[in-house]
Each structure stands twice: as structure tokens, then as C-alpha cells.
């Protein structure tokens, strides 16, 4: 499926959606996005809300603060899966299985996170990035994956409670 075509049925642009957009996005790639993002969310209709913090992550997540994501995703807004994730991202999500093994290359001293791969490619490719020599492996129930982003070619996995991701083995890479 083309990107153009790869839209929510969900999707209903509004003037104020748009010009919140556009301020937020004027910061993509920086952790001001999120912090302008937060400051403006209020105002967002549901898909808005849900397809933009999306946008956001896959663009940036590099050190920006976990509690303000988690507080983000967190949100009991409608419409989540149909909003946060693409046509396509969904169709892949409903496909995966009750269970599912995932993985992540921690940074050095990191305690927290949530985002894993379902690629232990991925996994390795971030290991040599954040020069570590072990990959984490993770058995997850999808009931506790709240989305899952292929748009960065990482089949990312967010899962809002560490406590969700259950280690299963330490992989040496």
C-alpha cells in the first residue's frame, strides 16, 4: 500500500488540527515537538490527537522525557488504534499473535523503556549503535502492546508498563 493511501478512514482534517500540526511540526526531529505537542493537545480532535503523538515518535524519541510519552499514550482518548496506527500498521498488529517475542539493545545504565523490535535484526543493528554487546529477548501479551509502527523499517512495539515486557533470555551479539 502507497503512503498516500496508507490513511485512517478516521481521518477528518480540521482548521485547528492543522494549525497545531503545523506549529508542532515546525520542531520535528527535536524533543521541543513533544513539549510543544503537550502544550497544545487540548485543542486536538481524537485522530489528530493519536496519528500526530505517532508522527512524533517515529520521528523523534531520542532523549526526550518517557513519563511525558507514557503520559501521552496513556490517554483515554477514542479511537486509538484506528488513529495512532496506519491502515497498514493495524492490518499487521490484528495479525500478530497472543504472544509475542520482542527485543532491545538497552543503552548503556538504561532502566526504563518502551519500545522494542519484533526484529532481532533491528535489535542487533541498535545494539552496534549503542555499542552493546547483548540484546534483551521479551515475551509480551499483545493485550499490552499499545501500537505497533513499522514506518522506521524497526517494527517498533510500544508497551506503556515495564512490567508487561517479561525478559526471557539475554542474547550476546
Not at 497498514?88 to 523503556?113: F, G, H, M, Q
Not at 540484546?135 to 508487561?164: G, M, Q, T
Amino acid at each position: 500500500m502507497s503512503d498516500s493511501l496508507d490513511i485512517s478512514p478516521a481521518f477528518k482534517p480540521t482548521i485547528i488540527g492543522t494549525k497545531i500540526a503545523k506549529r508542532v511540526l515546525r520542531f520535528e526531529g527535536t524533543g521541543r515537538a513533544i513539549v510543544e505537542f503537550n502544550k497544545h493537545k487540548a485543542k486536538l480532535d481524537d485522530y489528530t490527537y493519536w496519528y500526530l503523538l505517532s508522527c512524533l515518535w517515529v520521528s523523534y524519541t531520542g532523549w526526550s522525557e518517557l513519563s511525558l510519552w507514557r503520559n501521552l499514550f496513556s490517554s483515554g482518548r477514542s479511537n486509538r488504534s484506528i488513529s495512532i496506527m496506519k491502515p497498514s500498521e493495524l492490518s499487521a498488529y490484528n495479525k500478530l499473535a497472543d504472544t509475542i517475542t520482542v527485543y532491545r539493545a538497552k543503552r548503556p545504565n538504561e532502566s526504563d523503556c518502551i519500545a522494542y523490535t519484533l526484529s532481532i535484526d533491528v535489535a542487533k543493528q541498535w545494539a552496534l549503535r549503542r555499542n552493546v554487546n547483548v540484546i534483551h529477548e521479551y515475551r509480551v501479551s499483545k493485550k499490552c502492546v499499545l501500537a505497533l509502527f513499522l514506518r522506521r523499517n524497526e517494527e517498533e512495539i510500544i508497551v506503556l508498563n515495564p512490567n508487561d515486557a517479561i525478559l526471557t533470555n539475554t542474547l550476546t551479539v
